[in-house]
């Protein structure tokens, strides 16, 4: 197994798991690595780099976030959030023409720039597409990269992209003038509110007639207010409080135990500070950089890895409490079981590319991570074997998170499995095809969940015992096949990719083949007649 060092830019893949490993120095470094990860928490996702499709994962199997009654959506946060990763898609004014769209890695986005395309979706609906992905469309799920604060405040910045500054002031006359009297909505309640409920609201609220276009310049501005958008500021705080317990343990308080605090405000700038934990698990730090915009997250190391917390924003109030689970470790990897995967699979020149997220449950009360180390503070975890004669692509994430091996022919992860998280390994491998190739892929642990495999674009389909094709809707650019599988470690997922190269007949082809049918029949007739003549008729 080679060995190599795990870099700063790790973080970027492994924060959201809240459990990374580094090397044991966390001076410097881990300020860095918190910058690292704020940059990621408030980003949409990893879409940087090449191969560009890395970053698409399988929706998340769990319960739609609840809205937090005080929460209201903060656009000019969510722009920041939006420009730094998800304008690679939806591109940088949000009119669905990203990068990506341009080079034809993703299908077409709509543009939120459209006064139409939002009218009849509330936000709560968009945040949980934010929150869910739509795997049909390579949108990835952002449940496990942003907080829900963040998914919120891009929900509010997109919902205002298609509103015109002139109409959203037309708007704030026109309630002055006409509406004085007209409650304003609840942020939480217009959270479950579209736009067109909005407008059809008004027709009850404004004491004077107005028209559709002077209606929809209120609702603009009732959006972009205290209904839905309003620019939110947290008072500073007195205390950070970090809370640290065992999991594995009935979450005993962690007693005694060096605690980093990483302080990072909205220029990324970090200072960190150090504490010990008391009796109660719990550390308490004082005389830190506090007010709007600033995020704070706690690390810990544990038996020679690095746990780390989710960042928590400053909203207000005498003390912010930041939380963090650390585990006990086991190497059993009978407790491991991979309940979701997805084959993204796109026909390149020559064969086959296919993205593969691989989502592994952990049923112990421990971290599983093996004893196999590589590099200071860095072990290795789940191992994924890859089909016979395909190829490993190297990706942004790869050299900062997986090892590769030749023999045995696979991809090994550096993150442990935490007990009760969704654990999700991406890998991209190359399959070479001229007119078809076997996909086997053998398991190293027990499969019980969904296999789904997309096809993007429809140039290939697919032939399996184990996968069935799914229902498509008209005209969608995909094709997609699924089963829920049962599989023990050792069996295989095998499928066959097949190129299409045959058009389909047109009409104006059939037409032709019928009247080249008609002559050959009439001039076969024509000769058979001919020869019956010479043959049986005898000349005068």
Request: proline share 7%; charged share 20%.
């Amino acid at each position: 197994m080679p060995s190599r060092f795990i870099e700063l830019s790790n973080i970027s893949a492994t924060i959201s798991r809240r459990s990374i490993k580094f090397p044991a120095a966390l001076t410097e470094k881990l300020s860095l690595l918190a910058l690292f990860a704020v940059i990621t928490l408030t980003a949409c996702g990893g879409l940087g780099g090449e191969p560009r499709i890395v970053s698409t994962l399988p929706p998340p199997r769990t319960p739609t976030p609840v809205i937090e009654a005080a929460i209201v959506p903060n656009p000019s946060a969510g722009q920041a959030t939006f420009e730094l990763q998800c304008a690679s898609c939806h591109g940088v004014g949000g009119a669905g023409d990203g990068e990506l769209v341009i080079a034809g890695s993703v299908p077409q986005m709509v543009s939120f720039t459209s006064a139409d395309v939002l009218h009849d979706i509330t936000p709560q609906a968009w945040f949980d597409i934010i929150t869910e992905g739509r795997i049909e469309n390579l949108m990835p799920p952002w449940a496990n990269a942003l907080t829900p604060r963040e998914r919120w405040d891009v929900t509010g910045y997109i919902f205002g992209l298609r509103y015109d500054p002139a109409d959203i002031t037309l708007g704030e006359t026109l309630w002055a003038t006409h509406c004085e009297a007209c409650p304003m909505i609840a942020p939480e309640a217009a959270l479950q509110q579209s736009d067109a409920d909005l407008f059809d609201l008004l027709g009850d609220l404004l004491d004077t007639p107005l028209s559709d276009d002077e209606r929809w310049a209120i609702v603009a501005y009732m959006r972009m207010q205290g209904a839905a958008g309003v620019e939110v500021a947290a008072s500073t705080p007195e205390v950070i409080r970090g809370i640290v317990v065992n999991g594995s343990r009935d979450d005993v308080p962690v007693v005694d135990t060096p605690v980093t605090l990483f302080a990072v405000n909205s220029r990324f700038e970090v200072t960190q500070h150090e504490a010990t934990t008391d009796a109660d698990g719990q550390v308490l730090f004082d005389d830190i950089p506090t007010g709007a915009g600033y995020t704070y997250a706690v690390g810990v190391t544990h038996e020679e890895r690095l746990f780390f917390s989710d960042f928590t924003r400053a909203a207000g109030g005498e003390m912010i409490d930041v939380p963090l689970t650390i585990y006990d470790l086991t190497d059993d990897s009978s407790h491991l079981t991979i309940i979701d995967m997805l084959y993204q699979v796109t026909p390149v020149e020559g064969g086959a590319q296919i993205l593969q997220a691989m989502t592994f449950r952990n049923d112990s009360d421990r971290a599983y991570s093996t004893n196999e180390q590589v590099d200071e503070n860095v072990f290795t975890s789940v191992r994924v074997p890859l089909p016979r004669d395909s190829f490993w692509v190297q990706t942004p994430e790869s050299d900062n998170r997986y090892i590769f091996s030749e023999s045995p022919f696979m991809v090994v992860d550096t993150i442990p499995v935490l007990p009760g998280e969704m654990h999700t390994i991406q890998t991209m491998f190359f399959v070479p095809a001229v007119d078809s190739a076997l996909v086997a892929q053998p398991l190293e642990y027990d499969l019980q969940g969904e296999v789904r495999l997309v096809l993007h674009p429809a140039t290939m389909h697919v032939q399996s015992d184990q996968l069935m094709p799914v229902i498509e809707e008209a005209e969608r650019p995909t094709s997609r096949y699924s089963a829920v599988l049962d599989l023990n470690a050792g069996e295989i997922v095998r499928f066959e990719l097949r190129r299409l190269t045959m058009e389909p007949e047109s009409d104006t082809d059939n037409l032709w083949l019928l009247v080249l049918i008609s002559l050959g029949v009439g001039v076969l007739t024509f000769i058979g007649g001919v020869y019956l003549v010479n043959r049986f008729v005898v000349p005068d």
